[in-house]
C-alpha cells in the first residue's frame, strides 16, 4: 500500500477510543490484516487494540477509504465492540466436564404411592399430556353445478 493519508482523525473518551478515518492507494483491496498493520506501525500501538469499522472503494477507483477504531486496551476493545470473526478474535470455550454417573442403589425399589381417584370414568389428561386441540376440518362436498 502506498499513499497513506489520514482524513479525519476522533478522540473519544466515552468508549476510549480514537476514530480515525484515512484513505490509501492501492492496486487491490487491503486486507484487514494489512490495514491493522499499517495503523499499529503508524500510531505505535498493539494490533489487538484496533477494530476496522469498514473498507470501502469506489469502483475503478484505487483509493480505499478505511475507517478504523484504535481502542486503549484490548478489553477496552472488547466491552464496547463485543467479539466479531472478522477480528479474528478466538474465544476459548470452557472445556465440558464429563458428567458422572449416577450412583445405583442396591436397595429394592418402593412402590410409588397412589394417587387418588376421580370419580369420571376416564382420567383427566395432565397439562404435559393434553392432546392438541386442533378444531376438525369438516370436508363439505361441493354443490354440483347444473349444465343447461
Not at 30 to 45: G, L, M, N, V, W
Not at 53 to 78: A, C, H, M, P, V
Not at 90 to 99: A, D, G, N, T
Not at 105 to 127: F, Q, Y
Amino acid at each position: 500500500m502506498e499513499n497513506f493519508n489520514i482524513i479525519e482523525e476522533r478522540e473519544n473518551p466515552l468508549f476510549k477510543r480514537k476514530e480515525i478515518k484515512f484513505s490509501v492507494d492501492a492496486e487491490i483491496t487491503p486486507s484487514h490484516a494489512d490495514a491493522r498493520k499499517i495503523i499499529s506501525e503508524k500510531f505505535s500501538t498493539n494490533e489487538e487494540n484496533i477494530r476496522i469499522k469498514n473498507i470501502l472503494g469506489k469502483f475503478g477507483s484505487r483509493t480505499f477509504t478505511i475507517s478504523i477504531n484504535i481502542y486503549t486496551s484490548e478489553q477496552d476493545k472488547l466491552n464496547t465492540e463485543g467479539k466479531s470473526k472478522k477480528d479474528g478474535v478466538v474465544i476459548p470455550e470452557e472445556p465440558v466436564q464429563p458428567e458422572k454417573p449416577a450412583e445405583v442403589s442396591t436397595e429394592a425399589p418402593t412402590e410409588p404411592e397412589s394417587t387418588p381417584v376421580s370419580n369420571a370414568s376416564s382420567p383427566e389428561p395432565s397439562k404435559s399430556e393434553e392432546p392438541d386441540n386442533k378444531p376438525e376440518e369438516s370436508i363439505e362436498p361441493k354443490p354440483e353445478e347444473k349444465t343447461e
